[in-house]
Nanobody
Framework: QVHLVESGGGLVQAGGSLRLSCAAS????????MGWFRQAPGKEREFVAG????????YYADSGKGRFTISRDNAKNTVALQMNSLKPEDTAVYYC????????????????????WGQGTQVTVSS
């Protein structure tokens, strides 16, 4: 069982930056595909970014391309999402997700599905 804990959310003005972090425990982190999702009020949860177990492959939703960067540190069992040039429409609860079964070769796209989820961290971007 994988336990995921997000941190780094908060209130930021439009144009600002935030760095979200997700700490994982349990399982073999270095073999998990990791992803970030978000859910805004009244909307369904949506994919934001994904990264392969090695970090060699990343994929972003169009909403974050050029502004968000996903990275991982397998030695520290963490995955991060650097968010720059934030917009009010980025306001949401951001969730970290993990998936097993893609080592050594991926079997599913980085967009999902995922097996394990964190509790989420709130990001609010003011205009």
């Amino acid at each position: 069982q994988v336990h995921l804990v997000e941190s780094g959310g908060g209130l930021v003005q439009a144009g600002g930056s935030l760095r979200l972090s997700c700490a994982a425990s349990g399982g073999t982190f270095s073999r998990y595909t990791m992803g970030w999702f978000r859910q805004a009020p009244g909307k369904e949860r949506e994919f934001v970014a994904g990264i392969s177990w090695s970090g060699g492959w990343t994929y972003y939703a169009d909403s974050g391309k050029g502004r968000f960067t996903i990275s991982r540190d397998n030695a520290k069992n963490t995955v991060a999402l650097q968010m720059n040039s934030l917009k009010p429409e980025d306001t949401a609860v951001y969730y970290c997700a993990a998936r097993a079964g893609d080592y050594p070769f991926p079997t599913k796209p980085l967009t999902g599905p995922y097996d394990y989820w964190g509790q989420g961290t709130q990001v609010t971007v003011s205009s």
